[in-house]
């Protein structure tokens, strides 16, 4: 018989049973595609040795009027400003009390210090930065007060407890002496309240008048993970949390300056900020600020549909009036806006059931509204990319594009992504653009999981798909950057497409890179078929390693349907003698392998587990021989 070229369609297809996507791929880690071909992902490298504090989920990366390359990054305990490899915490300051409304308390053999102050406003996880206080008589020193904590726990309105550390971090422990309480000098800087890292699912009975609406039905809901978003306002950045107030950090002050909440006591000049947002954001060409989800001019309680703009050119004036453009609008389709998106002469607005597209009129009218499409669902506030002139999304049953019109995405995986993620944590879901290579990236957590650890891709220039495991909990893509970089969960940002391999802490592991295809036909699966050599096409380009290699391995069916031609002994259900899986190691001047196996069909499988490899692969072939039909 002739040699068999194996060419596989491009794309990773789930839809189907192994043997009825005969031709194509079916399983595929830290790989992609490119001209067809199925090669190993870039690898990645951690930007410095510093590290943050909390989970990640929002990058943003603009450069000053003075050259400075900066990258915000939101976590749910901090918000910093990355420059250089260092991150500085700019997280502004909820409130600051006067002096001696906080005192201290200590107990001999402890490390816990009890601290007073009165109607506070923290919660457990919350920072707070000590000054003016001297020291308790002994171990606890004005050092050790006069620092930043993490609350440990809150006891009352009024108490809560932090755990004493001296500047290096080292637990203190109070000792006899340590019977004073701090002076009357002592000032609390409170940050913003922290958010959760996971949204954790609980369940309840329905309020409302006795024996309607919801009244003795149950209900399942979940708490928020901390959103962040933000814009730039020139070189300054604005930034908010999902249900928090709008910040601003001036860049002229420094990384080392912190941003404020926009209100009164900051902005004597501000006018009618909104106090509660769920998104903020700048419109690119006509600088205005907007906040989504806001709390309605005069009020206090949020709207989760009300679009609330500011006068333009002017961040802190919100006051509608004859002489400056300033304005709000509702959107009616939904119950809450979810995700927000720039785009080309628009603003994208989803809730969670329609997409919106508002526009600058100017006038009276100032911005306008348009409903795009109806009954759409979104994942997430960041479930949305927008590469070239087209809006791509990730909803909670289907994936989604606009490209001047809402269509649903085709999508040969999704089957196998929406049966493995974990629903409850929806809001965890976040995408980001690889436009060196054309696609979309979507992370999320699988069934079961509570942090993200896998990905689905879509390639819009060849319209297809693929996916793997990679724990990422945020994504900016390369354009002000070299490269794209992502947030892991060692609490750092990384460079993605650098190198061969994982990097992404101070020990440098193999990235594990692997493509199966699915089951076909030897010949025409009518006969035994005896594989007896390869000619395998792979090329190392880019690799570090010396002596790049790869493995191939070819499994054989007995007939399709059946699981692959093992014995029952291994696991398999052939009761007869087989010849199992053949496995061969492919280096860089591999012509040719002889190899045996016997099977009416096969599947192929391309992979690599050493360090400093790059490859791709092009078309095998494989020598065969009639081996009869029994």
């Not at 601290?115 to 002994?138: R, Y």
């Not at 550390?165 to 203190?172: F, G, I």
């Not at 549909?305 to 050119?313: C, F, G, I, K």
């Not at 959107?331 to 603003?347: D, K, L, M």
């Amino acid at each position: 018989m002739p040699l068999k070229k194996l060419q596989l369609k491009p794309g990773v297809n789930r839809e189907n049973t192994r043997y009825t996507t005969e031709g194509g791929w079916y399983e595929s880690d830290k790989v992609r595609f490119r001209q067809g071909m199925p090669e190993k992902i870039g690898g990645w490298e951690r930007i410095s040795a510093n590290t943050f504090l909390g989970v990640c989920r929002s990058l943003w990366n603009w450069i000053t009027l003075g050259g400075q390359n900066l990258v915000s990054v939101g976590t749910n305990l901090k918000y910093y400003i990355e420059r250089g490899g260092q991150y500085y915490d700019i997280t502004p300051i909820r409130t600051t009390t006067l002096a001696g409304a906080i005192t201290f308390s200590a107990v001999n053999g402890s490390s816990t210090l009890t601290i007073t102050n009165v109607s506070h406003g923290a919660n457990a996880g919350d920072f707070v930065t000590f000054s003016g206080a001297v020291s308790l008589g002994g171990n606890i020193t004005a050092a050790v007060l006069n620092q930043e904590y993490e609350i440990s726990t809150v006891l009352t309105d009024d108490t809560y407890t932090v755990a004493a550390k001296d500047t290096s971090a080292v637990t203190v422990t109070a000792n006899a002496l340590d019977t004073g309480n701090g002076g009357v000098a002592v000032i609390g800087a409170y940050q913003l309240n922290t958010g959760a890292a996971t949204a954790v699912p609980f369940s309840g009975w329905g309020a409302g008048p006795w024996g309607l609406g919801t009244w003795g039905y149950s209900q399942t809901s979940s708490s928020a993970i901390r959103l962040w978003s933000q814009s730039n306002f020139g070189e300054d950045l604005v930034f908010a949390f999902r249900a928090g107030p709008i910040c601003y950090w001036d860049a002229s002050t420094g990384a080392t300056v912190r941003g404020e909440v926009i209100d009164i006591t900051n902005y004597p000049a501000s006018s009618d900020v909104p106090t509660l947002v769920n998104i903020v954001s700048v419109s690119d060409i006509n600088r205005f600020v907007f906040a989504f989800g806001a709390n309605p001019l005069g009020s206090a309680t949020q709207d989760p549909m009300l679009v609330r703009w500011s006068d333009q050119e002017d961040v802190f004036n919100w006051t509608p009036s004859a002489t400056n453009q300033a304005g709000s609008l509702r959107v009616s389709h939904g119950t809450e806006i979810i995700a927000v998106v720039q785009a080309r002469q628009e603003v994208l607005i989803w809730t969670d059931s329609a997409l919106y597209s508002m526009q600058y009129l100017g006038g009276d009218i100032v911005w306008n509204i348009q409903l795009l499409g109806d009954n759409i669902s979104i994942a997430s506030q960041n479930a949305t990319s927008y590469a070239g002139s087209t809006a791509y999304w990730m909803g909670k049953d289907k994936f989604y594009k606009y490209d001047g019109t809402v269509m649903t995405l085709p999508c040969n995986v999704k089957r196998y992504v929406f049966n493995d993620i974990n629903t409850a944590q929806f809001s965890q879901v976040v995408s980001g653009t690889n436009e060196g290579f054309n696609e979309v990236w979507w992370f999320y957590c699988s069934d079961g999981e509570t942090a993200v650890d896998r990905y689905v891709i879509y390639n819009y220039l060849e319209d297809i798909w693929y996916y793997g495991n990679l724990a990422r909990s945020a994504w900016l893509d390369s354009g002000l950057r070299d490269r794209p970089i992502a947030a892991t969960y060692n609490n750092n940002l990384v460079d993605h497409e650098k190198g061969n391999d994982n990097k992404e802490t101070a020990v440098t592991t193999a990235i594990a890179a692997s493509i199966t295809s699915s089951e076909f036909d030897l010949d025409d699966g009518h006969s035994f078929v005896l594989i007896n050599r390869m000619l395998p096409d792979v090329t190392f380009d880019g690799s570090s390693a010396t002596n790049p290699a790869a493995i191939m391995t070819i499994s054989p069916m007995a007939n399709s349907g059946s699981g692959y031609n093992s014995p029952l002994s291994a696991g398999g259900n052939s009761a007869n003698t087989v010849t199992r899986s053949a496995t061969v190691p492919i280096e860089q001047f591999t012509g040719q392998v002889y190899l045996r196996v016997r099977g009416r069909q096969v599947a192929f499988k391309m992979e690599s587990t050493a360090e400093g490899v790059a490859w791709q692969l092009g078309s095998p072939r494989l020598g065969m021989r009639p081996d009869g039909r029994r």
